[in-house]
């Protein structure tokens, strides 16, 4: 279930953003002519197409304060070598600290194109491009069954479904971090503050996090 309140502040921005392309666009008109006008129009169809896009996709972008990211990379302990994944990972931050810091091979699935143009170029500069790998893709539809620590921060209603396919492809020894909000059914092993109240960091051991999973099937 969407939260409504969140569904409501997405209408408002959007008719917010609609109405003043349209005001924008015909200041641009009145004042420069067609051809000037003409191009604002196709930016704001641009920007507002980008917006609805991730609406609908529920593909909302906040990227982790760096201060988080180091505390859940402290917290799930990944040690040269293993492999972490970070599911819907925005510009690739908490990968780029990971590799740089721990020596891991960090994967990244993340839906926006933009993002993980960004992410990529980010590696590059930062010189990790050959232990990070940022892919286009659905999360959903990822296979994360050689995962050693698996990292995300997701809308809640994300993180849920993800909990059965986490819960069928991880490996005893997996971890998962998550930022903010808790797997539904599941126990985390520990629970830390992130440097600012209210988004805690959890972090399950997938042999001892008892799961729903289990009962459900
Ligand atoms: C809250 S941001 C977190 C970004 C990053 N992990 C960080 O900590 O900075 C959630 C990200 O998940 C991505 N996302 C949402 N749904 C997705 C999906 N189904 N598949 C892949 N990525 C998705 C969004 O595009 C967004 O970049």
Redesign the pocket.
Known sequence: MINPFGVRLRYCVLWILTVSSIVIVWVTWKAYGTTCATVVAAFAALVLGYYVWNAR????????RLEA?RRMLDIAKPRPGELLY?????DG??LIVAARKYGVRAIG????PV?VCIGRILAFLYRVSKSVDILQ????QSDVSDADVVCI??HPN?TGRLRMQLGSQLKSTARVVS?CHKIPGWIPSNTIESGKPGQPIYIYERSTCVSEVTIEI
């Open positions: 996709l529920d593909a909302w972008y906040h990227p982790s990211v970070d599911l819907g990972c925005g931050r908490l699935i993340e839906l926006d993002r893709g659905d999360l959903f921060f997701l994300l930022f």
